[in-house]
Each structure stands twice: as C-alpha cells, then as structure tokens.
C-alpha cells in the first residue's frame, strides 16, 4: 500500500520533467530583445497581458512580407497603444523606406483609437535577419534593426514623430 502513493508520485515527477521546454538557442541582440521608440520624444514600451501580447511579428517567405507591430496592451485614454510597420519584399539586411515600407502609429483617444497611418517618411534598417536559424519550418529564425519614421493623421491634420526605434525578435 505504501508503494502506490510513492508510484503515483513518481510517476507525476516524470511527466513533469518530459514536459520540461528545451532552451531557446540564443539569438544575437546584443543584450535587447524586444521593441521600443519614441514617440514625440516620450519612451514608448511594448507591454503585454494574458489577452494581448506586446510585440507581434509575422513573416511570409512566400511573398518575403514582414510585420512587426509593438503595443502597450494596458494602455490608458490619451496614451500611445501601437506602433508597427511592414516591409514588403524583405531581401535581408539594408534599409527599406518607402514604397517598400508602411508605418502606422494608434493611440487611445476618448475611448476610440486614432490612427496616423499615412507614412511621411522614414525607414527601417533590418541589421541582423536569419529566415531559418534553428528549424526547417523558419520558427526560430531573428530580425533585429532600428526604425524611425514620421506619420500623420488628416483628420486631425497632426504629425506624430517615431524615432529611436529598436527592435529585435525571433520570427
């Protein structure tokens, strides 16, 4: 009798430890991962919750299309909620500016969001990118680099500056 409790005990250590997640190799950052600007000269940090995940990235190898988007998921009225851009027909590292890159900035307005989501100028500098780093189905490849770009909102004809972009993920 005082087998099964240890029996059953065991066998809940053993799964546990088989359900134990491999470490993710290393991806080179150097020292920051994640997604953070200014905007209008104020810091602007990706911050998650259980029904929002702060930094979203998706890449398509078919049409080399790449979006990555930042967001404060517990933003407040008046705060900025979103940045993102996307990169149409990603060839690697270098610069990509427009028409080859679209910007949008979102921020909480009352109770509504408001979207700057005509793209002035700017760029993004893809400085480090690796479609396949790890896997053959392109799940543990990185894209790192900076961005900066200037957008504007026609309804209320304002101008919202991006600067001091950074960003690095795995895809």
Do not use: H
């Amino acid at each position: 009798m005082k087998r099964k409790p240890l029996l059953l005990l065991s066998l809940f250590l053993l799964s546990i430890l088989a359900c134990r997640k491999e470490p993710e190799p290393d991806i080179p950052c150097d020292d920051f991962i994640g997604f953070t600007c200014l905007i209008n000269g104020e810091r602007f940090n990706t911050d998650g919750n259980l029904r929002c995940s702060g930094t979203t990235r998706w890449y398509n190898t078919a049409t080399m299309q790449l979006v990555i988007a930042g967001t404060d998921c517990n933003v407040n009225f008046e705060e900025p909620f979103l940045v993102n851009f996307t990169i149409f027909k990603l060839n690697g590292t270098g610069s990509y500016t427009p028409p080859l890159m679209k910007s949008n900035y979102t921020y909480m307005g009352d109770s509504n969001l408001t979207d700057y989501d005509s793209t002035l100028s700017g760029s993004v500098v893809i400085t480090g990118f690796t479609e396949d780093n790890y896997s053959a189905d392109f799940t543990n490849g990185y894209v790192e680099g900076r961005f900066e770009f200037t957008q504007y909102n026609e309804q209320l004809k304002d101008t919202a500056y991006i600067t001091n972009g950074l960003f690095c993920m795995r895809l």
